[in-house]
């Protein structure tokens, strides 16, 4: 008996790997939760308040990992600032990955600390938690600073878990959004980042409780 117990152990293990990769992939999901995800990110406007939209356009190395991609510029049409907005849904396991604060740094950007920030935007809903950080860029022709907010939704709320793919096992989709701008030293709450999330936020919830 005690000759076959180390290839049980190992078989045991294998399977309740391959278990869990099935719960954060959705790979046993009945429902293929990409139409929905796809109507949900078609209707956010392209206006939004004095924000006016427009199309950017996602590599298809990048844009294979999701059910659907939202990709825009949002230009403040007094003000002439613009926000660039990246809002892709599909199954947690792809959306769960490649969160800003490891993307940024592999990109030459100085490591940050990220700190958290609750943004109320509907009265209906909780305040949607994100992270946030200004991320610089130092190279020979001069020096890039960002403001970076990011954060993932599902369940109805906007949540940035410490192991996300373990919080959002088992979701039948999930959406990771991330607003970007080059920026000087303003107050985060004074930052056009932050304004514009207020009607995005508000216009994608209305578009989740349509689909559901």
């Known amino acids: 008996m005690r000759r076959w117990l180390p290839a049980v152990t190992a078989a045991i293990a294998v399977t309740a790997t391959g278990v869990v990769h099935g ?110 950080a200004l991320l610089t860029k130092t190279q020979a022709a001069g020096q890039t600073q960002l403001r970076v907010l990011w954060s993932w939704h599902a369940a109805g709320a906007w949540s940035v878990p410490d192991n996300p793919r373990l919080a959002f096992a088992g979701q039948r989709c999930l959406y990771k959004l991330h607003v970007v701008r080059e920026t000087g030293d303003e107050a985060l709450d004074e930052d056009p980042c932050v304004d514009l999330l207020r009607p995005l936020l508000a216009a994608f919830q209305r578009q989740v409780a349509v689909a559901e």
Do not use: M, N
Not at 86 to 110: K, M, N, T, W
């Open 23 to 132: 719960v954060w992939t959705g790979r046993w999901d009945r429902a293929d939760a990409a139409p929905a995800v796809a109507a949900v990110l078609e209707q956010i406007p392209w206006q939004l308040g004095e924000w006016q939209g427009q199309p950017l356009e996602l590599s298809a190395r990048e844009a294979a990992s999701y059910s659907a991609v939202l990709y825009r510029r949002y230009t403040h049409q007094r003000t002439g600032q613009s926000v660039t907005v990246v809002l892709v849904g599909g199954r947690p396991g792809p959306v769960s990955i490649h969160s800003p604060d490891y993307c940024y740094p592999a990109s030459g950007f100085d490591r940050a600390t990220w700190v958290p920030y609750q943004l109320p935007f509907d009265s209906a809903c909780a305040a949607a938690e994100f992270k946030t």
